[in-house]
């Protein structure tokens, strides 16, 4: 039986596919807008032209003349939504360009975006199934004005999503508002992270304490074990927990990964070893294969790695001689900041999966702070080692992380980088007063981390 956040981490990993794509919300707006046609068919049916012909709201005409007028409607349309895929297309090349082709996928799930083509979609579906609708010849049945009405107020209301359109483009394509998207995206995955760990103390009791001490992996010879290998190439955009922990506890296996979410893997690699081996059956060796999900992209369902790269590539792209745009730079850091204290309030991981006896199946190397650390620093650290605004930005949000990590390892990654900065402060082509002021701030953060520590900053 698969727990709370086996589930949630499973439909999360679908509800990722499905929302970055501009043909889910339109799809459903239409098979609406189809239902919605008949309806009001069948309400016009069952009222009499009498009740509505001296409605000014009302379309007046016979069943020939508005089933006329429902095409006319439903061409004007599709006429119009070229602009709309012109406007589409424009941040997706901008975006792209500017900062980075792994931020397309922000503007794919945008809901205002799909929403608006959503629009045009429903309201040519609506006039279509509504025009079908309508017998093709006069009959003694009253006509379909109400239908015929609703198409005309759908076309109006489709056009003026073209000036939402416009206005949430201009705005979208704003960095502020592209990095905080960015950001948002980063804390849902750490939320998610926690729900795993949760589950994971929830299943673990006090027999899965003794499960860990006695049951652990550490003592089992890696010789001995069942290799798994994969048959695909590409990314391991998602690993399902529940998939792997199914034949572990009807063989009374145990389970350690040796790849992550977001690594690359080719075909023929090892992506677990399993122990006893002589308990793998091809049954089972198929279905472990299916916990792993393969594709040519990384995602960032349960990949943290990868939505920390969406930030700290816009951030170095903000500081190439290109763009030079250090303000862009900062914001990112923010959101990056913002994230990375999330995650190290968490504290430390054990990656372990137990079953409901509490006995140990399935381990896993969870993501360590130091790794969230050098992709979020390491590459924007070289990229702004003339800027002496963007590394005091950075110093700033390392000192705010700092403050919220309990685990001494997470603090001890975090003043490591400080003393990164510290040097590429000095490899730089930074001013004399820059490279003190940079300087200071470094021994101020060593100091306040480990008041007993060595103090000394390179450089």
């Avoid at 069943?63 to 997706?92: K, N, Q, S, W, Y």
């Avoid at 393969?294 to 190439?320: F, K």
Wanted: net charge negative.
């Amino acid at each position: 039986m698969k727990t709370r956040a086996e589930r949630k981490a499973a439909a999360r990993y679908r509800w990722d596919r499905l929302k970055v794509n501009f043909w889910m919300t339109p799809a459903l707006m239409a098979a609406g807008a189809v239902m919605l046609a008949w309806m009001m068919y069948w309400l016009d049916d069952r009222i009499p032209d009498e009740a509505l012909q001296n409605s000014r709201f009302v379309l007046a005409g016979g069943a020939t003349e508005l089933r006329t007028g429902l095409l006319d409607i439903a061409g004007t349309v599709l006429a119009t939504a070229g602009m709309v895929f012109t406007l589409l297309t424009l941040p997706l090349s901008t975006v792209a360009a500017q900062y980075g082709s792994r931020l397309l996928r922000l503007f794919l799930g945008d809901r205002t975006a799909q929403f608006v083509l959503g629009m045009f979609v429903a309201t040519f579906v609506y006039c279509i199934a509504a025009a079908f609708s309508i017998p093709a010849v006069e009959t003694e049945r009253a006509s379909p004005h109400l239908t015929a009405s609703l198409g005309v107020y759908l076309m109006l209301g489709t056009f003026a999503t073209l000036i939402l359109l416009v206005q949430h483009i201009s705005t979208m394509l704003q960095a502020p508002n592209i990095a905080a998207a960015a950001g948002a995206e980063l804390l849902s995955v750490v939320e998610a992270i926690e729900h795993v760990s949760e589950g994971d103390e929830e299943g673990k009791g006090e027999q899965g304490d003794l499960a860990a001490a006695h049951d652990g992996t550490a003592n089992l010879d890696e010789s001995t074990a069942y290799l798994l290998l994969v048959r695909e190439t590409g990314y391991i955009q998602y690993i399902d927990p529940d998939t792997l922990l199914t034949p572990a506890r009807e063989k009374d296996l145990i389970i350690r990964l040796v790849q992550k979410t977001g690594h690359f893997v080719r075909d023929g690699a090892v992506v677990a070893l399993i122990w006893p081996q002589e308990r793998v059956d091809a049954a089972a060796v198929k279905l472990m294969r299916r916990a792993f999900q393969i594709g040519n992209a990384r995602t960032p369902a349960q990949d943290i790695i990868y939505a920390v790269n969406q930030l700290a590539e816009m951030a170095v792209r903000a500081m190439s001689p290109a763009i030079n745009d250090p303000f862009t730079a900062m914001t990112c850091l923010d959101h990056l900041g913002n994230g990375l204290v999330r995650f190290v309030r968490q504290g430390e991981r054990s990656g372990q999966f137990y079953d409901q006896d509490g006995k140990l199946r399935l381990v896993l190397e969870p993501v360590m702070v130091d790794e969230l650390l050098d992709a979020a620093f390491s590459i924007l650290r070289h990229a702004s080692c003339d800027n002496a605004s963007v590394l005091l930005h950075m110093l700033t949000t390392i000192e705010q992380i700092s403050q919220e990590a309990a685990v001494p390892a997470a603090r001890a990654a975090l003043m490591r980088h400080v003393q990164l900065i510290a040097a590429e402060s000095t490899a730089g082509a930074l001013i004399v007063e820059d490279r003190q002021r940079i300087q200071q701030l470094c021994e101020a953060i060593l100091q306040s981390a480990s008041p007993n520590a060595d103090r000394q900053v390179a450089g």
